[in-house]
C-alpha cells in the first residue's frame, strides 16, 4: 500500500534549511552514518515530490547522475526550469498538492510517494490528511532561523513508530500522523 511519506532531517530547533537557504549545516554530518536507513528507505520509493527550490538545489550539486534514477520526479513549479538530467523521469507541475496527490498516488504503483523538499508541500498534505509519515533525523545543531520543518496550520497527533540514535548524535522519529 502506498504511503505519503515526508523524509527529512532538520535542526533540533525545527527547521530544514538555514536563513540563507542552505544545507551546509546539515551537510557537515556526510552521509556515511545515515546510508543503510536511507538506502532501505529508497527502495520503497516509487515517485518523488519536491519543490523547485529543492530541484534546482540538487542541479546545483553537479550530480553526473540524477539521484531518483528509476523513479519518477515531480518538480512543483511556476516557472520554466532545466531538465539537466539526461534520463531522468522529471515532470513539472502547477497546482494544488491536494488535487495532484492521487495522480502521485497513482504513478508511485504501490510504492510509496517520497516527499523531498518543502515543508510547506508537506504542510499542505498534513492539513489535508494526506500525509502519512514523517521520517524525520533530527541533526544536533541549532540555527536559530530558517525554512520551517513542517509549519501546519494547526496542531496535529503524531504516533511515534521508531527511534534510531546516531553516533552523532543525530536522532531518527519514525512517525504516522493520526
Keep these: 500500500m502506498t504511503s505519503t511519506v515526508y523524509y527529512v532531517a532538520s535542526s533540533i530547533d525545527g527547521f530544514i534549511a538555514d536563513r540563507d537557504g542552505r544545507l551546509d549545516w546539515l551537510l557537515e554530518f556526510g552521509m556515511e552514518e545515515f546510508s543503510p536507513h536511507y538506502e532501505a528507505f529508497l527502495e520503497n520509493v516509487g515517485v518523488v515530490v519536491m519543490g523547485s527550490t529543492t530541484y534546482e538545489f540538487v542541479l546545483g550539486e553537479g550530480l553526473e547522475a540524477w539521484p531518483y534514477d528509476g523513479r519518477q520526479t515531480r518538480v512543483l513549479t511556476h516557472r520554466d526550469l532545466p531538465v539537466a538530467v539526461e534520463g531522468a523521469d522529471i515532470r513539472f507541475e502547477s497546482g494544488d498538492v491536494v488535487d495532484l496527490h492521487a495522480e502521485w498516488v497513482e504513478a ?18 498534513a492539513d489535508a ?3 502519512d509519515v514523517l521520517d524525520l533525523t533530527i541533526m544536533p545543531v541549532a540555527l536559530g532561523e530558517g525554512a520551517p520543518l513542517l509549519p501546519l496550520a494547526g496542531t496535529r497527533a503524531l504516533e511515534v513508530q521508531a527511534t534510531t ?10 512517525s504516522r500522523l493520526t
Excluded: E, N, Q
Design 108 to 125: 508511485a504503483a504501490g510504492r510509496d510517494v517520497w516527499i523531498v523538499g518543502g515543508g510547506a508541500i508537506a504542510a499542505a498534505l
Design 129 to 131: 490528511g494526506l500525509l
Design 165 to 174: 540514535t546516531y553516533p552523532s548524535g543525530a536522532v531518527g522519529v519514525t
